[in-house]
């Protein structure tokens, strides 16, 4: 069924992403449901051809073939391709280089890797190389001033990326996983509003915070407050014929 984007859907999400160090699994399982749903407001996935961008174990990919996809991950790293729940024919490359052919798929995706590419924009718009005209690319990234944008380093992040990981290691006696300007880089609504609107080959179709109600989509107009309340921002572009 479509998403409902309600107040007790985003109680849901939240209490699903406490759970995500102690039961990665039911998170991400939790997350991928949702995110099929937000898919089917904007096409029909049965029979669809999907590449998931970054898909690593592929709890996305598993639940969009439920809904009928013929789904395909790409992830740099062979581990999480290897990992449990992996789907089988997963493609190894790099997220700034797709290797799959223009216009190849029907729906592009991707889900919170954006901000771990050194070159943001660049895979952003490979998104959109790959796929069909009239095809469709979602796009979901955590930006750097939401509350969680230095991921497992935060709230340190708002006092730089460094110090941040440095925070975490004293804390913890062992450095994140996230490491910023090596796997972990700052990116904001504001670019990729900017870039979703101005991209010569899409049309953007819509933008919301990921996470939140409905009724808190006018933040998104909020110059600075929507750089701290957005959370997680969702781009949904249409490639032009």
Request: aromatic residues 10%.
């Amino acid at each position: 069924m479509p998403i409902r984007a309600n107040l007790a859907r985003s109680v849901r999400l939240f209490r699903a992403f406490r759970s995500e160090q102690s039961d990665g699994r039911g998170y991400y399982t939790t997350l991928a449901r949702d995110t099929a749903a937000q898919l089917s407001r904007y096409v029909d996935l049965d029979g669809r051809t999907v590449l998931d961008v970054g898909g690593g174990p592929g709890f996305f990919a598993t639940e969009f073939r439920r809904h009928g996809a013929r789904c395909v991950c790409v992830d740099v790293d062979a581990g999480e391709l290897a990992g449990q729940g992996a789907p089988s024919g997963g493609l190894l490359g790099s997220a700034l280089d797709l290797p799959v052919r223009t216009s190849a798929v029907d729906v592009c995706f991707s889900s919170n890797v954006l901000e771990h590419v050194a070159e943001p924009w660049r895979m952003a718009a490979e998104m959109v190389r790959v796929t069909r005209p009239g095809g469709l690319v979602f796009l979901a990234y955590t930006n750097w001033l939401s509350p969680w944008g230095g991921h497992e380093t935060s709230p340190w992040h708002y006092l730089g990326g460094d110090r941040a990981a440095r925070k975490y290691q004293d804390k913890y006696g062992k450095p994140p996983k996230n490491r910023y300007g090596q796997s972990l880089y700052p990116v904001s609504v504001a670019q990729g509003l900017r870039w979703a609107a101005s991209h010569p080959q899409a049309d953007l179709v819509d933008a919301l915070p990921r996470y939140l109600p409905w009724w808190c989509r006018p933040v998104l107009k909020a110059p600075i407050v929507r750089e701290f309340a957005t959370w997680n921002l969702v781009l949904v572009l249409r490639k032009r014929p």
